[in-house]
């Protein structure tokens, strides 16, 4: 009787055994299904936050570069010395970038190639082309690519000065205006130069706002206010700003031209058009007296008083 009990013990036990391994596949595939799940999630999470810090590090690119303009520009007018080199610049803004780049993210890695730095077709814009990379510390996860953004150069929190009338003329910079006492005078080379003689005007680059420059000429306070804000405006013949740091009386570029001032008034006197005074190629030449009011005038050829509608 004991034999037959423990034969049925056995197969009892062999039984249940037989029914406990499919559990147990069924819990180690569980497991494993749980685990990848975990690792997908993580991953997935690391992914998003990679995503995240790289459209974050792609403001912080533009933020750099807008403070280094308005850096590199006010130490160009400052000490009269111009960017000799494009790679200058170049180098300016990737140290910025890269100090941005080791305080960001202890858990990611980030790196950003500044791979260079152009004109654009917006002379109020410049093109930035770098390759921004952000990873895991073990790599495994990253987000890379080459870019091309257009980085404004009128942002008011980052204002970009001219560098052109201190670099040609030597004039003096005080408190956002340059001053150029005799230096403008001296530095025109055709009749009636003396009628610039002591100008000053703003040296921040400001982009006109109006769309269409012959509205200029319906008003005496629409003229006025761009006279007196001192506004840029787009221009064929003008230089960019890459090549006003580079002190160049010609560029190849789409750049802009601004109103100099003049402070006496005649019949007529070389044109207060920036890349006209501001010529060392002997391109400078003549306009006539346009007056908006009794002490405001400027003296303009003719192409420009039709660019201008006046």
């Given at each position: ?60 690119i533009l933020r750099s570069t ?123 080379t055709i009749d009636n130069s ?117």
């Amino acid at each position: 009787m004991k034999i037959i009990k423990d034969q049925k013990a056995y197969t009892t036990s062999i039984l249940v055994l037989i029914l406990l391994i499919p559990v147990l596949f069924l819990l180690i595939i569980t497991m494993e299904e749980y685990d990848q799940n975990v690792n997908n999630t993580i991953e997935n999470l690391e992914s998003e936050q990679i995503k995240n810090v790289y459209d974050d590090f792609e403001e912080e690119i533009l933020r750099s570069t807008k403070e280094s303009l308005h850096n590199i520009t006010y130490e160009v007018i400052t000490s009269k010395r111009s960017i000799t080199r494009r790679d200058d610049l170049i180098s300016y803004i990737q140290n910025k970038i890269n100090k941005k780049a080791d305080n960001q993210s202890k858990d990611f890695s980030i790196k950003c190639d500044i791979l260079d730095i152009k004109p654009s077709d917006n002379p109020f814009k410049i093109e930035l082309d770098y390759q921004l990379t952000v990873s895991t510390e073990d790599n495994k996860i990253k987000k890379s690519k080459n870019q091309q953004k257009y980085v404004e150069i009128t942002d008011k929190n980052y204002p970009v000065y001219d560098p052109l009338p201190t670099l040609k003329t030597g004039a003096i910079l005080d408190g956002g205006y340059v001053e150029y006492g005799d230096k403008l005078a001296e530095y025109i080379t055709i009749d009636n130069s003396e009628t610039y003689m002591n100008t000053i005007e703003k040296i921040t680059i400001k982009e006109c706002p109006l769309k269409d420059y012959t509205q200029h000429g319906n008003s005496n306070d629409t003229f006025l206010s761009c006279l007196n804000n001192h506004y840029y405006h787009n221009s064929h013949d003008g230089m960019c700003l890459l090549c006003r740091l580079e002190n160049k009386t010609y560029c190849n570029h789409y750049g802009f031209e601004t109103f100099i001032l003049p402070t006496e008034m005649i019949d007529e006197a070389p044109a207060s058009i920036d890349h006209v005074l501001l010529n060392d190629n002997q391109n400078q030449y003549p306009g006539n007296l346009i007056t908006v009011e009794n002490t405001s005038f400027i003296y303009l050829d003719n192409g420009h008083k039709a660019k201008y509608g006046l």
